[in-house]
């Protein structure tokens, strides 16, 4: 006996897929900076130092004086010189005037203008630095300075983003199919 059969072939469908990838690009610009520093404001004030240094005495020491000191001197001189010639004189004329008394006057004063005492030697020390008078002010710095502060001007730039979206597109590549046969 033949007992009918059935037959039943299947082919499963395959679903096939073409993916595109999504394309992101991002780039982030550098911020644009423009800075500028203002110089400070720097004042300044001085005032001199004064310096005052009398040296009349150490140049009359080694013999540097003013026309005005030196005629003061020579003139103070001159009375000296002047007074002793006349108590010179004074003095001979009393010798004289005592001729009676015995003696030779008129020799001993001739002995004592003929033989005068020997000159002085010219050594002597000059330059004595304490004669100098110096006095000193200070002067004085005064220094303001004022910062200035800076300039900044930023500008920050967007990102650049450029995005392409994927895609995805199914196809098949196989598509499902039933066969059924019956035999007998």
Same mark, same amino acid.
Do not use: C
């Given at each position: 006996?033949?007992?009918?059969?059935?037959?039943?072939?299947?082919?499963?469908?395959?679903?096939?897929?073409?993916?595109?990838?999504?394309?992101?690009?991002?780039?982030?610009? &550098?911020?644009?900076?423009?800075?500028?520093?203002?110089?400070? +404001?720097?004042?300044?004030?001085?005032?001199?130092?004064?310096?005052?240094?009398?040296?009349?005495?150490?140049?009359?020491?080694?013999?540097?004086?003013?026309?005005?000191?030196?005629?003061?001197?020579?003139?103070?001189?001159?009375?000296?010189?002047?007074?002793?010639?006349?108590?010179?004189?004074?003095?001979?004329?009393?010798?004289?005037?005592?001729?009676?008394?015995?003696?030779?006057?008129?020799?001993? +004063?001739? &002995?004592?203008?003929?033989?005068?005492?020997?000159?002085?030697?010219?050594?002597?020390?000059?330059?004595?630095?304490? &004669?100098?008078?110096?006095?000193?002010?200070?002067?004085?710095?005064?220094?303001?300075?004022?910062?200035? &502060?800076?300039?900044?001007?930023?500008?920050?730039?967007?990102?650049?983003?450029?995005?392409?979206?994927?895609?995805?597109?199914?196809?098949?590549?196989?598509?499902?199919? +039933?066969?059924?046969?019956?035999?007998?």
């Amino acid at each position: 006996m033949n007992i009918p059969q059935l037959q039943i072939q299947t082919t499963r469908g395959i679903l096939g897929l073409q993916i595109d990838k999504p394309i992101q690009e991002i780039e982030q610009p &550098k911020a644009t900076i423009h800075q500028e520093q203002p110089a400070a +404001i720097l004042e300044m004030s001085t005032t001199r130092s004064q310096l005052s240094i009398d040296s009349t005495e150490a140049r009359a020491d080694i013999d540097l004086k003013s026309p005005l000191r030196r005629g003061d001197e020579n003139a103070q001189y001159g009375m000296q010189q002047i007074n002793e010639g006349i108590a010179r004189r004074a003095q001979e004329g009393q010798q004289l005037m005592q001729i009676e008394n015995g003696g030779d006057p008129i020799a001993d +004063i001739a &002995k004592q203008n003929a033989n005068p005492p020997p000159a002085p030697l010219g050594i002597r020390f000059v330059g004595d630095r304490t &004669k100098i008078q110096m006095s000193f002010q200070p002067g004085t710095l005064n220094i303001n300075a004022t910062p200035q &502060k800076p300039v900044l001007d930023v500008q920050i730039n967007k990102p650049i983003h450029n995005y392409t979206p994927g895609k995805v597109t199914g196809h098949m590549e196989q598509y499902p199919s +039933i066969q059924i046969d019956w035999t007998v």
